[in-house]
């Protein structure tokens, strides 16, 4: 055998590289289960946190075994997981003060934000746009609901008033998540409305993302797409 022969690669990485684009269809599956079946459950307290977190679980891990090209993110996504499970089982048990809640919320954060890297760079990579490509850009705009839903939580805890229509210090993040996918599709119900100037302008913010995204990157790969699997003459 030629010393200069490439060595083949892992039974890993050749299963990650056939199943890579498919993984972004099942971390759709998996987040909007979570988003919109799960946490009203958990709004309603008719779900158990374990459960969240179990698919939380499957979410990491699919994002780390399957989509993910990058060790370092890979481990991010792992440690943040795992953080964020301590501090829910140690806010479980009623002793945890204020900065284990404020650092749970950090490191959910910071889990959405590593997996939302992770599957922005399987869905936006070089090469052929297939549909799991842009289910994968179809998660990246629901992460951003969901990553500015924990930031109108944090404000909550720091300024008030931050909304109305909702208790104050209400930290439930069903009814947030609820509000930030109406400022991200400008829905705009009206039932929770921001009242702080910087909530309001984080709000803005949002909603002109939510203008944006689909009218020039989702559009993109869909545009790219129809133009592979159009007949050539």
């Known amino acids: 055998m030629s010393q200069n022969a490439s060595p083949k690669p892992g039974l890993l990485a050749h299963w990650r590289e056939r199943y890579r684009e498919a993984g972004l269809s099942v971390i759709l599956v998996l987040l909007a289960t979570i988003m919109f079946v799960l946490s009203p459950l958990a709004g309603v307290s008719q779900l158990s946190t374990e459960t969240i977190e179990a698919l939380r679980f499957a979410l990491a891990a699919t994002a780390i075994l399957i989509v993910s090209r990058n060790r370092l993110v ?15 089982l140690i806010l479980r ?93 400008t829905s705009g119900y009206g039932d929770i409305v921001p009242v702080h100037p910087f909530v309001r302008s984080l709000a803005n913010l949002e909603a002109v993302i939510g203008q944006l995204y689909p009218a020039t990157f989702l559009a993109r790969l869909v545009t790219l797409h129809g133009a592979e699997i159009a007949p050539k003459d």
Do not use: K
């Open 74 to 88: 890979a481990a991010a996504v792992a440690a943040t997981f795992v953080v964020s499970l301590l501090c829910v």
């Open 93 to 185: 048990n009623g002793a945890a003060g204020q900065a284990v809640y404020l650092a749970n919320m950090g490191i959910t954060m910071a889990f959405d934000l590593a997996v939302a890297w992770t599957v922005a760079h399987a869905a936006f990579d070089a090469g052929r746009i297939s549909i799991h490509r842009i289910m994968g850009a179809v998660i990246l705009y629901l992460y951003i609901g969901l990553i500015f839903a924990s930031l109108y939580r944090l404000l909550a805890v720091f300024l008030h008033p931050s909304f109305g229509g909702l208790p104050m210090g209400h930290r439930n993040l069903s009814e947030l998540l609820y509000f930030s996918l109406s400022t991200l599709t």
